[in-house]
């Protein structure tokens, strides 16, 4: 039984107990990703552990996850699809048109595709699997493994609404989560998938800027960090327009004045929305490349 519980813009994800999905998941390709999502479903309680299967080629992690968590493993991709109602498709996209090979023979009309590969499409997971299979996309990003991802999520044409919400209350044990359509997901790698990148250049420079001003670098880091952390925060939990919070902490010519003038006269913003469009297009052009599969 699903529940919506806990929907809209502020999720608690505490009330694991009230998303269960209780579908046995199979997670194909237990990386960086695939663990933080398997994680985030065991956590959440959405289903329980021994309804998970975890599928790998590198037994170590396989080994590590069962004397953890208490979930299944298998090597076998087969096995794993066999024994699961959902499939989260987690390898490599170098991977995917061998994982989609072996797991091909033992698709069933009732499973549900959970694609988080990037790049390939819905319509070349459906040909490759039969039109039959309910697929769905996703876009998440690393901030999953810490449980505050940002994930998109697109609909194939056949997934039915229980499908659509056993895929929120997945990536909301994980993060945020919103639904967007698939030609958008190449807009969402551009932002959301990509930009843990550009945050970390922002926290890197502002702990040199503090460095360079006389703090000593663990120090700088700190406050560095925290300055990140709360600002988002601050933005989430408010629903204030960043301008205004920006215009709250401006003091007439103060300090953030001076360096907001500083940083306008470099193009900070221009820069940052031209990273945005620039990492959409890669993602367009790896994505028309990776559709030959
Ligand atoms: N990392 C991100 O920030 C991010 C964000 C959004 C989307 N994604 C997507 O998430 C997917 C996974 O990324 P990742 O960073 O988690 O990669 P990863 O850490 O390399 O995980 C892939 C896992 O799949 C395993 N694997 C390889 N071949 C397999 C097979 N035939 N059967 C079963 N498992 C197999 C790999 O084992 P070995 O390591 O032994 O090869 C590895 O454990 C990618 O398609 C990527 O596009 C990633």
Not at 2 to 22: F, Y
Not at 126 to 155: H, K
């Amino acid at each position: 039984m699903i529940s919506t519980k806990g929907k809209g813009t502020q999720p608690d994800r505490t009330e694991g107990h009230d998303q269960h999905i209780n579908r046995r998941v199979a997670v194909l390709g237990t990386g960086n990703m695939g663990t933080s999502l398997l994680l985030g479903i065991v956590k959440a309680k959405l289903t329980p552990a021994q309804m998970i299967i975890a599928c790998d080629i590198n037994e170590e992690k396989l080994r590590s996850l069962a004397a953890q968590w208490h979930v299944r493993t298998t090597t076998r991709l087969r096995e794993a699809v066999e024994a699961a109602e959902v499939l989260l498709l987690c390898v490599k996209p170098v991977t995917v048109p061998e994982v989609l090979n072996a797991i091909k023979p033992a698709m069933r009309k009732d499973h549900l595709l959970i694609s988080i590969v990037a790049g390939v499409r819905i319509a070349t997971l459906q040909e490759a699997l039969g039109s039959m299979i309910g697929i769905i996309r996703t876009m998440p990003n690393i901030a999953s493994t810490v449980d505050e991802g940002a994930a998109a999520i697109a609909f194939g044409h056949n997934v039915t609404t229980t499908q659509k919400l056993i895929a929120e209350s997945i990536f909301r044990a994980v993060g945020d989560v919103v639904t967007v359509s698939e030609s958008q997901l190449d807009a969402v790698t551009g932002l959301s998938g990509s930009g843990p990148a550009y945050i970390y250049m922002v926290i890197e420079a502002l702990i040199d800027g503090g460095v360079k001003m006389g703090l000593a670098r663990d120090i700088a880091t700190r406050l560095a960090i925290q300055t990140v952390l709360g600002s988002a925060k601050l933005v989430k939990i408010s629903g204030l327009h960043p301008a205004i919070l920006r215009d709250q902490v401006t003091t007439p010519g103060g300090t953030a004045i001076n360096a907001i003038h500083e940083l306008e006269s470099h193009g900070l913003r221009s820069m940052l929305i031209n990273a945005v469009a620039t990492a959409t297009r890669r993602s367009e052009e790896l994505s028309s490349m990776l559709n030959h599969i």
